[in-house]
């Protein structure tokens, strides 16, 4: 994946003087902000479980085909049960789930709730009967306080049942999203994590679809309006295919901290796109309560980031 990463960085502007990895850093801080631009797009016209099987199986088409190009090995025994595992956590919950839900609210929205998944990982530490820093405990604190903020300008909202909906999925794909992470953390099989992400999706898009032939609730692909197929289009080249790309150039010529800033521009990029493009609610509790969110993650990973180094 490297070498795919370094062949599509050398043709594009990232390799032009003056370029290079901070111009990767902010592609991949501004465009996958924006996919939450294009998933509240695409589902106004496409079921959300058959739109996030379409571009997982494109999407995952891509990284197979460079694979098998190059010749690598297939995983196995154990590292197949890594993958499934990881296919139904990353994405057939929290890509799936995060899509459905900004069906019923805003993009801005969805994105801070997806913002928070390091607090969880904090909760779910906790229940490990780990000890944590004061200042994860301070951060989790100030980011579950931030979301309040932003709910209390919501609390109307509370009284329709598809908000409700919407963000009890988007609190639930975040949740997943934690889980993933944990769960790669622990048990990494020592394959190609690119190879392993093609196939999650590859495989998550194959029960995406047998859900969405199984409940009927799916479009002919014929009867799918442009504005959709745009959208989808967009998730796959931007969301899944460049912009990963580009954050793996990243990773190789930036320091881990300096590559994190993407986590807290999203929302901040969704926030104010979905403000412009579909009028989306943006006030003092929102810029504030996500300010705060934000402000709470940034503890939280500081502190595992410095246990991490202290402990080395």
């Given amino acids: 994946m490297k070498i795919l990463a370094n062949n599509i960085i050398a043709k594009t502007p990232f390799n032009r003087p003056g370029g290079k990895p901070m111009l990767a850093l902010i592609w991949v801080c501004f465009f996958w902000g924006t996919t939450w631009i294009a998933s509240k797009e695409g589902v106004k016209y496409i ?8 571009r997982q199986i494109l999407g995952g088409s ?17 590292q197949w049960v890594t993958i499934l595992i990881l296919s139904a956590l990353n994405f057939m919950l929290s890509n799936t789930l995060t899509t459905w839900g900004v069906k019923y609210i805003s993009s801005g929205l969805g994105a801070i709730i997806a913002a928070i998944m390091p607090l969880w990982i904090v909760i779910f ?16 604190l100030l980011g579950f306080g931030g979301i309040c903020i932003i709910f209390y300008d919501h609390l109307k909202d509370f009284l329709n049942a598809d908000f409700r909906f919407g963000i009890l999925l ?15 953390k622990k048990h990494s099989s020592g394959f190609n994590p690119y190879f392993s992400m093609g196939l ?30 745009l959208a989808v289009s967009y998730l796959v080249v931007f969301g899944s295919v460049l912009s990963f ?19 807290y521009s999203n ?33 939280v990973n500081d502190s595992f980031k410095r246990n991490v180094a202290t402990n080395k």
């Fill in 245 to 263: 790309i580009a954050y793996v150039y990243v990773l190789q010529h930036l320091p881990t901290s300096r590559a994190s800033i993407y986590a």
């Fill in 125 to 140: 530490t906790l229940f490990e009967g780990n000890r944590l820093p004061g200042k994860a405990l301070a951060g989790m």
């Fill in 62 to 78: 891509i990284y197979l085909l460079y694979f098998l190009y190059t010749k690598h090995p297939w995983p196995k025994g154990k």
């Fill in 170 to 184: 988007s609190f639930v794909a975040s949740i997943s999203w934690a889980l993933g992470s944990l769960y790669t």
């Fill in 47 to 54: 079921p959300a479980i058959q739109m996030c099987a379409i």
């Fill in 267 to 299: 929302p901040v990029v969704a926030v104010l796109l979905g403000a412009l493009i579909f009028n989306e609610r943006l006030n003092i509790y929102v810029a504030i309560g996500g300010a705060v969110t934000i402000a709470g993650v940034y503890l």
């Fill in 200 to 229: 999650q999706m590859v495989i998550s898009s194959v029960a995406l679809f047998s859900i969405t032939y199984t409940t009927g609730d799916m479009i002919n692909l014929h009867d799918i309006p442009m504005n959709g197929w």
